[in-house]
């Protein structure tokens, strides 16, 4: 796309407060393509996902820093039609997905990369163009359509972060995933694909046959077995535990998390899906000899190392089977805040 076939104006969503929830948001049809700046590049969004953050910062229930007015949104993909002029990493053409926190780029989260989150404190993806830094751009895998793409920004960074950031996941060892959300379901994927054993657990047995044909190796109904962490240490080898446990259920889970786990094993925390912060003590750890980390996305490094191994292993993501488009975006909050959906929610800007 030749500079002069780039529009003036575009359009944007913009949460301008927490105040009216959903009716907060505003679709801009004459927004500004924004400008390029020196280390900028300017791209064309194709597609873009949605996460349960996206919904909560509008209500005013996101605990992490904001900023408003902000175009929402942190997945998306897109093809890259300017750069500035001291870009050295892009070129018009490259297909490229956002970085969820812009300024995360190795090793461990920072001061400056924990306000750095685009849809919360950076203008987002739920635009028709938008400008990054060079440093805030992943290539997308080549197996990937933009939607697929765009839904690894953060389920599957959290996913990948979680079994490979602290204590890198190794092939035969044993992962415990609870539901069947996006960071679950990516979870699955990935330890799968790395020679690792699966236990998920859910509360729908039709959603149990979906875990069952991503590669699921036990599922368990936690309606069903009350006492399902017992339940998931005696599935393991020797009753021994498993090595990872993806916490998202909060009150709801962790007590059972904590029954499965095994010696010197890692439950990484990523939600509070139960609602509320689980009463247990910080003395568990401990006494079970396990740790607990917090998991906020991921970096550059990990989120690379990522796209590299899901075109590897020519792994898809599971995406809802109802699509939206750009101007539907109230709708499939709508949708999406009403669990009517399965998998990654997609929105096409095309």
């Keep these: ?31 500004p393509v924004p400008q390029v700046g020196e280390t900028d590049v300017l791209v064309r969004m194709h597609g873009a996902s949605l996460n349960f953050r996206d919904l909560i910062i509008p209500r005013g229930e996101y605990f992490f820093e904001q900023k408003f007015p902000v175009v929402p949104g942190s997945d998306g993909a897109g093809e890259v039609v300017a750069v500035g002029p001291k870009v050295t990493k892009w070129k018009v053409g490259d297909k490229v997905m956002t970085l969820f926190n812009q300024y995360h780029q190795s090793g461990p989260m920072n001061p400056r990369a924990m306000v750095s989150g685009l849809g919360g404190v950076i203008d987002g993806t739920l635009r028709q163009y938008g400008t990054f830094d060079q440093e805030g751009l992943v290539r997308m895998p080549s197996n990937l359509s933009y939607t697929e793409a765009a839904s690894l920004v953060c389920a599957g960074l959290t996913s990948w972060n979680a079994l490979f950031g602290l204590k890198p996941l190794k092939k035969g060892q044993w992962v415990l995933v609870e539901g069947t959300g996006g960071v679950s379901l990516f979870a699955l994927q990935f330890a799968k694909a790395a020679g ?12 149990g046959e979906i875990l069952k044909k991503l ?43 904590i029954k499965a786990i095994k010696y010197e094993g890692v439950m990484s925390a990523i939600g509070l899906l139960g609602g509320e912060m689980p009463k247990e003590s910080i003395m568990e750890p401990l006494l079970k000899v396990f740790t607990v980390r917090g998991v906020y996305v991921g970096s550059k490094d990990l989120m690379e190392d990522m796209a590299t191994f899901v075109e590897e292993h020519d792994i898809h993501p599971v995406m809802e089977k109802k699509e939206f488009s750009l101007d539907q975006l109230r709708e499939a909050y709508d949708y999406m805040w009403a669990a009517k959906h399965f998998g990654k929610m997609a929105i096409n800007i095309d």
Excluded: C
Excluded at 196 to 207: G, L, P
Excluded at 221 to 234: A, F, H, L, P
């Design 196 to 207: 690792a054993h699966v236990i998920a657990t859910t509360s729908s047995k039709e959603k």
């Design 215 to 257: 590669g699921a190796d036990h599922v368990i109904n936690y309606k069903e077995d009350e006492n399902w962490g017992e339940t998931v240490r005696k599935l393991t080898p020797n009753g021994e535990g498993v090595d990872q446990v993806l916490e998202l259920g909060g009150k709801n889970t962790v007590r059972e998390s």
């Design 1 to 31: 796309m030749s500079a002069q076939s780039i529009p003036k104006t575009q359009k944007q969503w913009v949460v301008k407060d927490t105040e009216h929830g959903f009716d907060g948001m505003v679709l801009e049809k004459d927004a």
